[in-house]
């Protein structure tokens, strides 16, 4: 079976400051992995993916991640964040496999100030 | 497309009382998920579909909670009685299970209060 870890609960963070929100993962079998977000009183909302290839994906608002095989790892980084990065952010894992469902876990809050 | 469509936004109800959550998922969808999210748990899978057929139920709590899928364009979850413990933020979600179609899409959800 797939299980996500995310390792903070809570990132406070300055504006404009970078950000890391750790995700480490476990599976036997090869998956794909995501991040998504989901801001107060909405449905959750993909920010990014690994799917194969480059192991450095970018979303359209700055944020990347990087798939390390070697460490389990999908890390998600912001070089500077806004106000409006405030939100919780999931990580999640699906088996590479048609037909299965994601994985996720307990969520990491990113809280931004000024 | 409109996205996932859940049903009702806010639902609160007696203990006790049956409730049941509707989900309309994206057209050509042939994926759907039931999660539940709550602080202290974070977001649970409770069931899973593709092609209408029941998958994994194993994250169904109890007996008490059921779901069906009569058709590829709605489903429900249904909680008979209800308890305190199962309010949440019940969401629904829908994928094209195909391989290289891997994320799913979520409804706004429905917040459940059991008073």
């Known amino acids: 079976a797939q299980s996500v870890t995310q390792l903070d609960s809570q990132v406070p963070v300055f504006e404009e400051a970078p950000v890391e929100l750790r995700c480490n993962y476990s599976s036997s079998v090869s998956v794909y992995l995501f991040w998504y977000v989901q801001y107060p009183n909405q449905g959750l909302q993909l920010l990014l993916k690994y799917l194969s290839g480059s192991t450095l994906v970018e979303s359209i608002n700055g944020f990347e991640a990087e798939f390390n095989k070697s460490q389990t790892s999908f890390h998600l980084r912001k070089p500077s964040v806004h106000i409006s990065d405030t939100a919780e952010y999931f990580c999640a894992v699906r088996r590479d496999q048609a037909g299965t469902a994601l994985i996720f876990g307990k969520g990491t809050t990113l809280s931004v100030s000024s | 497309d409109a996205g996932v469509i859940q049903s009702p936004r806010h639902e609160v109800t007696e203990m006790g009382q049956e409730v049941t959550l509707r989900c309309k998922p994206i057209s050509g969808h042939n994926s759907l998920f039931w999660y539940r999210q709550t602080m202290m748990r974070g977001l649970e899978l409770l069931i899973y579909?593709?092609?209408?057929?029941?998958?994994?139920d194993s994250g169904m709590p109890e007996d008490r909670f059921s779901a069906k899928m009569p058709n590829a364009s709605f489903s429900t979850l249904k909680i008979q009685p209800s308890e305190p413990r199962d309010s949440a933020v019940y969401f629904c979600?829908?994928?094209?299970?195909?391989?290289?179609?891997?994320?799913?899409?979520f409804g706004q959800g429905t917040r459940l209060t059991v008073v």
């Open positions: 979600a829908s994928s094209f299970s195909a391989r290289g179609y891997t994320e799913a899409f």
């Open positions: 579909f593709n092609n209408n057929v029941p998958i994994d």
